[in-house]
C-alpha cells in the first residue's frame, strides 16, 4: 500500500514570496491533516479536511495561509507572503474515516529566508 | 501555553539502560497516542491508549495511560541504539476519537551504543 506522499520534499524562498505544498494521501482515506512542525516542538495541526470539507481551520493563519482539497483526495498548501517564522517542517497526513490513527507523510521542509 | 507537556525533552542513555518518558495534562482526553519520528521523517504510530488505566506492551515498550486520562507514561527497557528519534504524545480532544490531536513537544531520546 502506498503511503502519504508529498512535494516537494524541500523548499527554500525569500521572505514575501509565495510557496505551495502538495499532498496526495493514501487512498481512501476520507480524513486529511496540514500539520507545521517547527525545529524542537511537536507538530501543530493548521487544517483539518473531511473528504473536500473543512472540519477545523482554527489555528490556521488565515490572512497567509489557505489550503483546498478538492474532489476530497489530493490537497494543496499555500503561503502567501512567508514569513521568517513560517520556517518549518509542513506534514500531512490522512486516517480513514472513523479511525483514529493517523499516517504521516515525509513532509516538506520550508527555509524562508 | 503547551496542553501536553513532555518530560524530559532531551534524554542520552547508555544502551541497555531504562527510561521513562512522561506526557501530561490538565485536560482529559478520549485517546491517546505515542509515535516515533525519525530525522527527516513524519512520526509513526507506536500506539493508542484508549481506557483509563490501560497497560499496553510492545516489546519493549509499555505505555501507560492514567486513571483520569489525563497523562500517560512510556517506559523503555533495555534501551538500543535502534530506539534513538524523537517521541511524540498526542491527545485527542474529541469525543469518540474524532481525530483531532494536540501533540506534546516531544522527547527527543538518544542512546549511546
Same mark, same amino acid.
Given at each position: 500500500?502506498? %503511503?502519504?506522499?508529498?512535494?516537494?520534499?524541500?523548499?527554500?524562498?525569500?521572505?514575501?514570496?509565495?510557496?505551495?505544498?502538495?499532498?496526495?494521501?493514501?487512498?481512501?482515506?476520507?480524513?486529511?491533516?496540514?500539520?507545521?512542525?517547527?525545529?524542537?516542538?511537536?507538530?501543530?495541526?493548521?487544517?483539518?479536511?473531511?473528504?473536500?470539507?473543512?472540519?477545523?481551520?482554527?489555528?490556521?493563519?488565515?490572512?497567509?495561509?489557505?489550503?483546498?482539497?478538492?474532489? %476530497?483526495?489530493?490537497?494543496?498548501?499555500?503561503?502567501?507572503?512567508?514569513?521568517?517564522?513560517?520556517?518549518?517542517?509542513?506534514?500531512?497526513?490522512?486516517?480513514?474515516? %472513523?479511525?483514529?490513527?493517523?499516517?504521516?507523510?515525509?513532509?516538506?521542509?520550508?527555509?524562508?529566508? | 501555553?503547551?496542553?501536553?507537556?513532555?518530560?524530559?525533552?532531551?534524554?542520552?542513555?547508555?544502551?541497555?539502560?531504562?527510561?521513562?518518558?512522561?506526557?501530561?495534562?490538565?485536560?482529559?482526553?478520549?485517546?491517546?497516542?505515542?509515535?516515533?519520528?525519525?530525522?527527516?521523517?513524519?512520526?509513526?504510530?507506536?500506539?493508542?491508549?484508549?481506557?483509563?488505566?490501560?497497560?499496553?506492551?510492545?516489546?519493549?515498550?509499555?505505555?501507560?495511560?492514567?486513571?483520569?486520562?489525563?497523562?500517560?507514561?512510556?517506559?523503555?527497557?533495555?534501551?538500543?541504539?535502534?530506539?534513538?528519534?524523537?517521541?511524540?504524545?498526542?491527545?485527542?480532544?474529541?469525543?469518540?476519537?474524532?481525530?483531532?490531536?494536540?501533540?506534546?513537544?516531544?522527547?527527543?531520546?538518544?542512546?549511546?551504543?
Amino acid at each position: 500500500e502506498a %503511503g502519504v506522499a508529498q512535494s516537494p520534499r524541500y523548499k527554500i524562498i525569500e521572505k514575501r514570496q509565495s510557496v505551495a505544498f502538495w499532498c496526495n494521501p493514501i487512498s481512501g482515506h476520507a480524513t486529511l491533516y496540514w500539520y507545521q512542525q517547527i525545529l524542537g516542538q511537536g507538530p501543530k495541526l493548521l487544517i483539518q479536511f473531511q473528504n473536500n470539507g473543512v472540519v477545523d481551520d482554527s489555528q490556521l493563519p488565515k490572512d497567509r495561509f489557505s489550503a483546498e482539497r478538492l474532489k %476530497g483526495v489530493d490537497s494543496t498548501l499555500k503561503i502567501q507572503p512567508a514569513k521568517l517564522e513560517d520556517s518549518a517542517v509542513y506534514l500531512c497526513a490522512s486516517s480513514p474515516q %472513523g479511525f483514529r490513527k493517523l499516517f504521516f507523510g515525509s513532509g516538506t521542509q520550508l527555509s524562508v529566508l | 501555553t503547551q496542553l501536553l507537556e513532555q518530560s524530559p525533552q532531551f534524554l542520552s542513555i547508555q544502551e541497555g539502560e531504562n527510561l521513562t518518558v512522561y506526557c501530561n495534562s490538565s485536560s482529559v482526553f478520549s485517546s491517546l497516542q505515542w509515535y516515533r519520528q525519525e530525522p527527516g521523517e513524519g512520526p509513526v504510530l507506536l500506539v493508542t491508549v484508549v481506557t483509563g488505566g490501560e497497560v499496553k506492551k510492545l516489546k519493549r515498550l509499555t505505555f501507560q495511560f492514567g486513571d483520569a486520562r489525563k497523562d500517560s507514561s512510556l517506559h523503555i527497557t533495555a534501551a538500543q541504539p535502534g530506539d534513538t528519534g524523537l517521541y511524540l504524545c498526542a491527545g485527542d480532544l474529541g469525543s469518540s476519537n474524532t481525530g483531532k490531536l494536540i501533540f506534546g513537544q516531544g522527547t527527543t531520546l538518544q542512546v549511546k551504543p
